[in-house]
């Protein structure tokens, strides 16, 4: 197999034209799709599932396939820097891109709200990043406003090529598979991620690669769950920062995807995310960060409902790398004993 070549050439034929010498790309995509066993034993022994393992991409989430053609597109309009208002990936993304392109960056995070991990991102990669006492939504209308009016790219989701871009790793998921899946839960923030596998899945079966579509299942957090609720969260909490937003950009077609695709936007309390970062991490070896396992949290959810059949074909993505967010780990983890220096000492703790 030929080296992969990053979503804007590996998906050209789906994707806006981009002219080769504009593309800016860390190679993206092209994501493992691994097949549970243990978990989905502890889960349901009837159904199928697999997680997306977004946490695998260049700066660690699914923000990247998106960023990839946002800053390419940027480029090609001689723009020479961006914006975004982040709960953390986003700025990681977008300063990682713009640093490969030599734009500067611009980056609004809502002060204290976000994982030491994705600020030292940002930092790294020279981004100019203001905190700000507020939160995402607030940072938000202002970086609107301020791209509305200077020379500046919004490369929040709100820009029509990250959509785009996003849309890959619901192609990506059909060509693992082989088809589309019964099922695709992810967690459910600011809205767009889930808006674009809808596109991408829509996309897909108009081409024939698939011969269906998946029902969408999307999950927030229940202290930042706008949708579940019907209206906005003016003080969204929740210790899924990804997803700690009160008011999705969109909202709307979020919405229409769920209905369409005969889908649920539920939500999960931060008590069943532990417990499933927990889970994914130890049954699977996988280390996503909270807001990652909202997607399984839900699946564990519904599945105590009943909602699922034999045979039925889950595919859960985990949205961004565990590495991100260690506080939460360590909150969550049990420390390592100390003990002194000798094989005794080894064994007792062995008990074997
Ligand atoms: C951005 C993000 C989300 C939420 O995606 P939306 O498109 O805002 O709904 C979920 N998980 C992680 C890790 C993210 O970075």
């Known amino acids: 197999m030929p080296p992969w070549r990053g979503v804007i050439r590996e998906f050209r034929e789906f994707l806006p034209p981009t002219e080769e010498e504009s593309i800016v790309t860390l190679l993206e995509g092209?994501?493992?799709?691994?097949?549970?066993?243990r978990l989905r034993d502890w889960i349901n022994r009837e159904i199928e599932l697999y997680l997306k393992y977004e946490g695998c991409n260049p700066t660690g989430s699914f923000k990247d396939r998106g960023m990839t053609l946002a800053v390419s597109q940027a480029l090609r309009e001689g723009i020479t820097a961006v914006i975004c208002a982040s709960t953390g990936n986003t700025s990681a993304s977008a300063s990682a891109y713009a640093a490969r392109a030599g734009l500067r960056a611009f980056v609004l995070i809502p002060e204290g709200q976000i994982a030491l991990g994705k600020l030292s991102q940002a930092i790294m990669h020279g981004a100019e990043v203001l905190q700000v006492q507020g939160n995402f939504d607030e940072a938000l209308a202002i970086v609107k406003e301020v791209a509305r009016g200077y020379p500046v790219a919004l490369v929040n989701s709100i820009n029509p090529y990250r959509l785009e871009g996003q849309q890959t790793a619901a192609f990506e998921i059909c060509d693992q598979l082989g088809d589309a899946p019964t099922y695709q839960s992810l967690p459910v923030g600011n809205a767009g991620n889930i808006t674009a596998y809808w596109k991408g899945y829509r996309r897909y079966r108009e081409a024939g690669r698939t011969s269906g579509l998946p029902i969408l299942l999307g999950f927030q957090a229940e202290g930042a769950a706008p949708i579940v609720r019907g209206h906005v969260v003016e003080h969204p909490e929740t210790v899924a920062t990804a997803i700690r937003i009160g008011n999705p950009a969109s909202w709307q077609q979020a919405v229409a995807a769920r209905d369409e695709s005969g889908g649920v936007i539920d939500m999960v309390s931060d008590d069943q995310i532990l417990e499933a970062y927990q889970l994914i991490a130890?049954?699977?070896?996988?280390?996503?960060?909270?807001?990652?396992?909202?997607?399984?949290a839900g699946v564990i959810k519904l599945n105590k409902a009943g909602?699922?059949?034999?045979?039925?074909?889950?595919?859960?993505?985990?949205?961004?790398?565990?590495l991100k967010d260690l506080d939460c780990a360590l909150r969550v983890s049990r420390r390592p004993a100390t003990i002194s220096p000798t094989t005794e000492a080894v064994l007792k703790h062995l008990r074997f």
């Open 282 to 296: 130890g049954l699977e070896g996988i280390f996503c960060e909270p807001a990652s396992a909202s997607s399984v």
């Open 307 to 322: 909602r699922f059949r034999r045979g039925d074909r889950i595919v859960c993505t985990l949205t961004g790398n565990g």
């Open 30 to 37: 092209g994501t493992p799709l691994i097949r549970s066993v």
